[in-house]
């Protein structure tokens, strides 16, 4: 899962019904910490209450499906909120 | 899903059928905004009436299918467009 | 999907079964034209009669089993021929 | 698969209740081995008793539902430990 | 499909039971011929008969599993072993 900031959010009144109940936010993957092909911002539904400035783990992919009950149109969504990352082997 | 730009359109006549009654856009992900490889242009259908110069929203990868109700061979979709992007931590 | 050149086919005597029955073709990402990683070649079936040099769309992922009858096991199929591409909001 | 290191772990209360039986790991890819596109930091679940510093492989997209039972929220999971890397092709 | 050459072996003792039935080698995709996102080692399972050198098609993500019979846990698989590449849209 990406590991990322949320930077931001979308305002987009025409969209997809079934994105209508998610809220849109940008999120910018850490520069470390990104295993998306290129950490520029990417958009994802929030599942957990995640808030701007928030550090937080970003599924994607149709594992997304996993964490919804609803077909969602979605292929990035916050799925937990990171209070500590210990990283113990830097190079 | 990629944040990017609709920066213009394709023409191709011999192609899948099921391709048919969509417009197949050609995407420029944001410079900052892709979570795509590699922010060259990529193809993309449309689900939402976009046009070009929009920002728009793109679902990629095999949930194109939760957007969409028959089988399409397709594997980025344009779901939302974008009216303002609020970045509240630029680095 | 993805925007590309055949840049030449494969000979691989050697493979899966179910992919005998497709040309292997090698795709050439274009420069500014592809969502893929890194756009070096890749290889990918045909189902639409591309030939050597055409401009092709290119469907990446799980997405080719829409495309396809059968089971493949491949990733990367051409769905499209490319006549003409209109880039109206050039950098 | 990803083969990479496991270099720190994770802490996120607020997460989506199916990780909770998962231990959150921090993987840093090879250098030379990965084939994520930007090889940063990402997060992973643990499936095989993995440790910090441990080289190890891990399993990404919705291919990880075939290393578990129950549906999960996860798009990569550490599948084995790597004892020895035999490379016989060095550039 | 990634082409790629043979560079190795994994030896991996603790592993997921589902992979025991399979060889693990490590791919090195040709500089000029990935369409990962980072053209370093990865892990795939061998599904041809290739050996080490072998210049090879590997089948990326969750069509994997439609080279297989058993539900396995590994996003890339050699699905074929090629003698010739033939390039004719050099640049």
Redesign the interface.
């Known amino acids: ?3 990322g ?12 019904p ?2 209508e109940k998610y809220k ?1 936010f ?19 539904i929030d ?3 995640a808030g ?2 928030d550090r937080v ?1 970003v ?9 919804v009950s609803d ?7 916050i ?13």
């Open positions: 899962m990406v590991i900031r949320v930077a931001g959010n979308l305002l987009a009144t025409i969209k997809k079934e994105l849109l940008v999120i910018e993957p850490e520069k470390a910490g990104t295993h998306l092909k290129n950490p520029g911002y990417f958009a994802a599942l957990v209450g701007i400035g783990i599924l994607t992919g149709s594992q997304v499906q996993n964490a077909k969602v149109p979605a292929d990035a969504a799925v937990g909120i990171v209070e500590a990352m210990n990283i113990k082997n830097k190079k």
